[in-house]
C-alpha cells in the first residue's frame, strides 16, 4: 500500500493533529533558518569592525563560531528540508 493509501486509512479525527504537526515543524524550520541568518549577519559584522583589543575580538569570534556550529541543521532536519 502506498503513502497516499495510508493517509486515507486515518481517522478524520488524525488529520488536523497531523497538519497541526507539520505546521510547527515547518515553522520551526523557518525559525532556525532566521537564526542562523542572523548569526551570519554577525558574524560578517563583526569580521569588518576593527577592534583595538584583538583578544576581545578572538573571544567573540569563538564565542559566535561556537554557536554558529551549534545552529547546523542535524543529518535528520537535512533530509526533511530535502523532501
Known amino acids: 500500500m502506498d503513502n497516499q493509501g495510508k493517509?486515507?486509512?486515518l481517522s478524520d479525527d488524525a488529520r488536523p493533529w497531523l497538519f497541526a504537526v507539520a505546521r510547527r515543524t515547518m515553522a520551526n524550520q523557518s525559525r532556525g533558518w532566521l537564526r542562523r541568518q542572523a548569526?551570519?549577519?554577525r558574524l560578517v559584522?563583526?569580521?569588518a569592525r576593527e577592534q583595538s583589543d584583538d583578544s576581545v575580538s578572538v573571544a567573540a569570534r569563538i564565542d559566535l563560531?561556537?554557536?554558529w556550529h551549534a545552529l547546523r541543521p542535524t543529518k535528520e532536519?537535512?533530509?526533511w528540508s530535502r523532501a
Do not use: M, P
Request: overall charge negative.
Open 77 to 79: 532536519q537535512q533530509s
Open 7 to 9: 493517509f486515507d486509512e
Open 65 to 67: 563560531e561556537r554557536a
Open 45 to 47: 559584522s563583526l569580521e
Open 39 to 41: 548569526l551570519d549577519v
